[in-house]
T-cell receptor, first 114, second 112 residues
Framework: NAGVTQTPKFQVLKTGQSMTLQCAQD?????MSWYRQDPGMGLRLIHYSVGAGITDQGEVPNGYNVSRSTTEDFPLRLLSAAPSQTSVYFCASSLLGSRGGELFFGEGSRLTVL | AQSVTQPDIHITVSEGASLELRCNYSYGATPYLFWYVQSPGQGLQLLLK??????LVQGIKGFEAEFKRSQSSFNLRKPSVHWSDAAEYFCAVDNYGQNFVFGPGTRLSVLP
């Protein structure tokens, strides 16, 4: 039972480069989301999706892009990396969303932008 | 917008002592409330959740939390802390069924 799988676990980018953080879940969850975690800030929601083909912005969406073509996958794209995007990124999924649903988290992806 | 505050950034307790982590929320309706724990280098794990009914909820690892509507609080407690409880703890509230809002977290250190 893999749960939520994120890749890569670590990544170093130069300013202006683009990359995609991959997230996959095998629990048939409709709800998926991406958070970034910064010291003293807790987790801040970047984007979320309530089902295939449906995405919406969270608290800090600028500089990030998402798509949801399948139930299982929810990749996060950094279009032109900036040092301010240095952070730890978590993907999370839930069966029912926040109305009664427990969030299951991946192990995180640590991104450094130089 | 909904918000969650955790007034204590860092708490240190001795092993075997009792623990209470504070959480306050702002929400315009009946909240769904959660506590998550994050061990170093790991993702978050659900400790417990409150949806309705009994205001004292039990969770995993011997944790419990009490919902107090009048105080807009959902404090986490444990009667006797173990060294393995050292971690960061996050309180969260649902945002009208759209998504989750997390507090800034409280880091717990445990002295031997």
């Amino acid at each position: 039972n893999a749960g939520v799988t994120q890749t890569p676990k670590f990544q170093v980018l130069k300013t202006g480069q683009s990359m995609t953080l991959q997230c996959a879940q095998d629990m048939n969850h409709e709800y998926m989301s991406w958070y970034r975690q910064d010291p003293g800030m807790g987790l801040r929601l970047i984007h979320y999706s309530v089902g295939a083909g449906i995405t919406d912005q969270g608290e800090v969406p600028n500089g990030y892009n998402v798509s949801r073509s399948t139930t299982e996958d929810f990749p996060l794209r950094l279009l032109s990396a900036a040092p301010s995007q240095t952070s730890v990124y978590f993907c999370a999924s839930s069966l029912l969303g926040s109305r009664g649903g427990e969030l299951f988290f991946g192990e995180g992806s640590r991104l450094t932008v130089l | 917008a909904q918000s969650v505050t955790q007034p204590d950034i860092h708490i240190t307790v001795s092993e075997g002592a009792s623990l209470e982590l504070r959480c306050n929320y702002s929400y315009g309706a009946t909240p769904y409330l959660f506590w998550y724990v994050q061990s170093p280098g790991q993702g978050l794990q659900l400790l417990l959740k409150y949806f309705s009914g009994d205001t004292l909820v039990q969770g995993i690892k011997g944790f419990e939390a009490e919902f107090k509507r009048s105080q807009s609080s959902f404090n986490l407690r444990k009667p006797s802390v173990h060294w393995s409880d050292a971690a960061e703890y996050f309180c969260a509230v649902d945002n009208y069924g759209q998504n989750f809002v997390f507090g800034p977290g409280t880091r717990l250190s445990v002295l031997p």
